[in-house]
């Protein structure tokens, strides 16, 4: 590698060597398929932690079911999140306080998971949900307890860094 770059220079695509090219393509390539792999080992978990908790009324094939759900729920919740979109544009061209918007916007993400597990539980073969909507309103509140662990680190964090700051 060269050294004769100093930290302030940047290098644009056609500047890089064939090999430089070849390792960053390679790099990103990594990142891109661990971070698929880590959304789906959190969906399969959040499937079986759905599945655990309601035993008696989703019954399944067998272990590849679960994964069929698992690839069926990214695309479930991509039909979801189309048929829940004219309501969150509608909500946006509202002229309501930000707090109620951030609230119905979260409302608006419970119903979407709600849908969306609606959608996988019948859409996935070897499934068979006796109440589809109360499994799906677990996952709908297992995804609310997600976002509020998420927002209660993110506010510590900003806290920490704020208090760092000068």
Do not use: Q
């Not at 090999?19 to 789906?40: D, N, P, Q, S, Y």
């Not at 979109?85 to 306080?97: C, D, E, F, Q």
Request: with cysteine; glycine share 6%.
């Amino acid at each position: 590698m060269d050294d004769s770059h100093k930290p302030d220079d940047e290098s644009t695509w056609a500047s890089l060597s064939r090999r430089e090219k070849a390792l960053a393509a390679f790099g990103m390539t990594g990142l891109v398929l661990g971070v698929i792999t880590a959304v789906l080992a959190a969906v399969l978990l959040g499937l079986l932690a759905v599945a655990a908790a309601s035993l008696r009324l989703v019954e399944a094939d067998g272990i590849g079911t679960l994964f069929w759900g698992v690839a069926l729920f990214l695309p479930c919740n991509a039909l979801a999140a189309l048929f829940i979109y004219p309501l969150r544009m509608g909500l946006r061209l509202t002229s309501l306080a930000s707090r109620t918007k951030k609230a119905t916007e979260a409302a608006l993400s419970v119903a979407t998971t709600f849908l969306a597990v609606l959608f996988t539980g019948y859409f996935t073969p070897g499934l068979r949900v006796h109440h589809p909507w109360l499994p799906a309103l677990l996952a709908a509140l297992l995804v609310v307890l997600a976002n509020l662990a998420v927002r209660r680190t993110e506010r510590r964090t900003s806290d920490r860094a704020r208090v760092k700051l000068p």
